[in-house]
């Protein structure tokens, strides 16, 4: 099994950059692609950025030029550079892979965008 764990979660006001940071425990020779995904209140959990295993990146309209996805996996991680945030970016972050055995999912975090 994949165990993921999220930081890097905050209040940012508008404009602001924020750099999320996801590591992958146990048997992470079983990950495929792995990506951010957000949560606002009241609504569904999307895609926002995922990352093959072979580095190739891709990114939901709302958040290309913004967001960049980062992955190393010499160090089992994947990375999230968010910048210009705006208000409706405000939502929890869940890191999640795409293993052998289904999803994985981090706890999340909480990114807060707000003056």
């Known amino acids: 099994q994949v165990m993921l764990e999220e930081s890097g979660g905050g209040l940012v006001q508008p404009g602001g950059s924020l750099r999320l940071s996801c590591v992958a425990s146990?048997?992470?020779?079983?990950?495929?692609?792995m990506g951010w995904y957000r949560q606002a209140p009241g609504l569904q959990r999307d895609m926002v950025a995922q990352?093959?295993?072979?580095?190739?990146?891709s990114y939901a309209d709302s958040v290309k030029g913004r967001f960049a996805i980062f992955r190393d996996n010499d160090r089992n991680t994947v990375d999230l550079q968010m910048n210009s945030l705006k208000p409706e970016d405000t939502a929890i972050y869940y890191c999640n892979a795409d293993t052998v055995w289904g999803p994985s999912w981090g706890q999340g975090t909480q990114v807060t965008v707000s003056s």
């Open positions: 990352i093959s295993s072979m580095g190739t990146p």
């Open positions: 146990g048997s992470h020779f079983s990950i495929h692609a």
